[in-house]
């Protein structure tokens, strides 16, 4: 399971980098 949330937490945080390069 907490391979889960790693892989969780790295996805939230490619997507908060992608969207602060997007804006």
């Given at each position: 399971m907490?391979?889960?949330?790693t892989l969780q937490h790295y996805?939230?945080?490619t997507?908060?980098?992608t969207?602060?390069?997007?804006?």
């Amino acid at each position: 399971m907490s391979l889960v949330i790693t892989l969780q937490h790295y996805c939230i945080q490619t997507r908060g980098v992608t969207l602060h390069l997007f804006v």
